[in-house]
């Protein structure tokens, strides 16, 4: 069946480092794939997200480009900030399902002054 | 405009118990998911409507588990009874249409079961 496979956390870095979080996936159609972010005490919010290959999503920094040949939305940022301490749920949703996300099992990332 | 409204925001019970978890969606919002996260996983889809009609509830464990959505607007998801691999956070999530794939997430509801 369809999955989603994210790099394990947590993830420490400092401020101002390169952030990349791997994310892989798995889907028998041609899935819509996405970044969501959940804040510590807040509910999931839309990052960004890429509807078909090749596309690059982008927001607040980070950026994930679809790439079909090596199944993979890897998401990255230049240089993180404090703010960006969160957990990251890379998911995909496949039409043809009716639009249901499936999840990664989210990577936790802490960003130390 | 107001995003999706859940309540209540934690719930603490013992097993055997029922629950009820409430639900109400964007305006004008076809499609209504809710989530069930357990603690260091990802979201799980329990049960999917499209208006008033369910789409995908393949993986709600419809022995304990049952949802509505009365007038294709609010929605209730009850558990009865509870057993202690129910403890998650439920969340819910609404999308314009099931094929336009934004989804918006509600604050989620904590549930403990002891």
């Known amino acids: 069946g369809d999955s989603v496979t994210q790099m394990e956390g947590p993830v420490t870095l400092s401020e101002e480092a390169f952030l990349t979080i791997n994310c892989t996936y798995t889907?028998?159609?041609?899935?819509?794939l996405f970044w969501y972010v959940q804040y510590p005490g807040e509910g999931l919010q839309l990052l960004l997200k890429?509807?078909?290959?090749?596309d690059k999503g982008s927001n607040k920094g980070f950026e994930a480009t679809y790439r079909k040949e090596t199944t993979s939305f890897h998401l990255e940022k230049g240089s993180v900030q404090v703010s960006d301490s969160a957990v990251y749920f890379c998911?995909?949703?496949?039409?043809?399902?009716?639009?249901?996300?499936?999840f990664g099992q989210g990577t936790e990332l802490s960003v130390k002054p | 405009e107001a995003g999706v409204a859940q309540s209540p925001r934690y719930k603490i019970i013992e097993k055997r118990q029922s629950v009820a978890f409430w639900c109400n969606p964007i305006?004008?919002?076809?499609?209504l998911y809710w989530y069930q996260q357990i603690l260091g996983q990802g979201p799980k889809l329990l049960i999917q409507?499209?208006?008033?009609?369910?789409?995908?509830d393949s993986q709600l464990p419809k022995d304990r588990f049952s949802a509505e959505r009365l007038k294709g607007v609010d929605s209730t998801l009850k558990i009865q009874p509870a057993k202690l691999e129910d403890s998650a956070v439920y969340l819910c999530?609404?999308?314009?249409?099931?094929?336009?794939?934004?989804?918006?997430f509600g604050p989620g509801t904590r549930l403990t079961v002891l």
């Open positions: 999530a609404s999308s314009q249409t099931a094929t336009r794939v934004e989804q918006f």
């Open positions: 889907a028998t159609g041609y899935p819509s």
């Open positions: 890429a509807t078909k290959a090749d």
């Open positions: 998911a995909l949703s496949v039409g043809a399902q009716g639009g249901k996300l499936i």
């Open positions: 305006s004008g919002h076809a499609t």
């Open positions: 409507f499209q208006n008033n009609g369910v789409v995908d």
